[in-house]
């Protein structure tokens, strides 16, 4: 369990902040894990339309490149933050870690994977309970 050290869930206005939140809680305990954080929020775009994938959270950790998805929820809602990452949102992913190796040099038969962090915030205890799911997608 992560302890807030600030009142952060009052700030709370939109999910697109409670992702920010979950995202900080997950880079801490990233970096309490030895992981180096080498991105975040990486975006892949077509050359000048939508976004196609995003990536919150790109970190390296013995040699291993995580590209990381972030859930999060406050006081569960009726099911777990991991169950968000449905079929569709594992593909979009997987391409967007591609591109990603690709616009940074990196063979892709280097070593990384895809995990997914999930973030239950309980409100009333003020306490974040993380799973951290490595080489999830594949």
């Given at each position: 369990?992560?302890?807030?050290?600030?009142?952060?869930l009052?700030?709370l206005?939109?999910?697109?902040?409670?992702?920010?939140?979950?995202?900080?809680?997950?880079?801490?305990?990233?970096?309490?894990?030895?992981?180096?954080?080498?991105?975040r929020?990486?975006?892949?775009?077509?050359?000048?339309?939508?976004?196609?994938?995003?990536?919150?959270?790109?970190?390296?950790?013995?040699?291993?490149?995580?590209?990381?998805?972030v859930k999060?929820?406050?006081?569960?809602?009726?099911?777990l933050?991991?169950?968000?990452?449905?079929?569709?949102?594992?593909?979009?992913?997987?391409k967007?870690?591609e591109?990603?190796?690709?616009?940074?040099?990196?063979?892709?038969?280097s070593?990384?994977?895809?995990?997914?962090?999930?973030?239950?915030?309980?409100?009333?205890?003020?306490?974040?309970k993380?799973?951290?799911?490595?080489?999830?997608?594949?």
């Amino acid at each position: 369990m992560v302890y807030f050290k600030e009142p952060m869930l009052e700030k709370l206005k939109n999910s697109r902040q409670l992702g920010d939140m979950g995202e900080k809680i997950v880079s801490q305990y990233l970096k309490e894990k030895d992981y180096r954080i080498l991105d975040r929020n990486y975006s892949s775009k077509w050359v000048s339309g939508p976004i196609r994938g995003e990536i919150d959270i790109i970190a390296e950790k013995e040699n291993t490149i995580s590209f990381i998805e972030v859930k999060t929820l406050i006081d569960g809602q009726g099911f777990l933050p991991e169950d968000k990452v449905n079929f569709a949102k594992q593909k979009k992913i997987l391409k967007t870690a591609e591109n990603w190796l690709m616009e940074k040099n990196i063979p892709l038969d280097s070593r990384w994977q895809v995990d997914v962090i999930s973030v239950e915030i309980h409100s009333n205890s003020k306490k974040a309970k993380i799973r951290h799911f490595q080489n999830a997608v594949f």
